[in-house]
């Protein structure tokens, strides 16, 4: 398992020196909110390349830290590299239908959520995706209330996991596949 603070320093390596080091300093000060904005920023400024897997691991860093709904645009509009990257890759847009938490699972902890799919492994298909309840004014509620793990058109091979189990579904994501 890897530690936050190695996973930041990788993340951080992507950027040139006087980059990096702004993004480990904002880690090592507490401001990681601010150290996400300025790798994003950083990557698209620099013209920096990720893999769909590190753009995934990013937007799970930027979950964990409450920054994904400011982030997913620009990390959207991260050049995309390596090619024959398999793996991962960011399924979710502005666009995404939720999908009824009961199509997704029989699990009464999903019945009155609506499941966004966000992360796709691309070897088996199985999807990580964030399950939400719906605001009075109609907007999905800011915090996930869950992650789940599922494969879509299958209602019965899931794992839910806790809101701040975002790392772990994401391990559980790459582990299931290995597995299978």
């Known amino acids: 398992m890897i530690d936050e603070g190695t996973r ?7 950027l040139p020196p006087a980059d990096a080091a702004e993004i480990v300093d904002c880690w090592d000060i507490g401001e990681a909110e601010a150290g996400l904005d300025r790798l994003v920023a950083g990557l698209l400024r620099h013209q920096v390349p990720i893999s769909e897997t590190v753009r995934a691991e990013i937007a799970v860093a930027a979950e964990v830290w409450g920054m994904w709904t400011a982030l997913a645009p620009s990390l ?12 991962l890759r960011l ?7 939720p999908l009824p938490g ?23 298909g199985q999807v990580l995706a964030r399950a939400h309840s719906q605001e009075p004014w109609g907007d999905l509620s800011y915090l996930a209330r869950h992650y789940v793990l599922f494969f879509p058109g299958r209602s019965t091979s ?22 299978a």
């Open 8 to 14: 930041w320093r990788r993340f951080a390596a992507l």
């Open 76 to 87: 959207g509009r991260c050049l995309g590299g390596h090619q024959d990257d398999t793996g």
């Open 91 to 97: 399924i979710e847009h502005a666009d995404t239908v």
């Open 102 to 124: 009961s199509s997704v699972a029989h699990d009464t902890a999903l019945a009155d959520l609506l499941v966004v799919p966000w992360i796709a492994c691309t070897r088996c």
């Open 158 to 179: 899931t794992d839910l996991f806790a809101p701040d189990s975002a790392w772990d579904a994401l391990t559980q994501l790459r582990m299931s596949c290995v597995q």
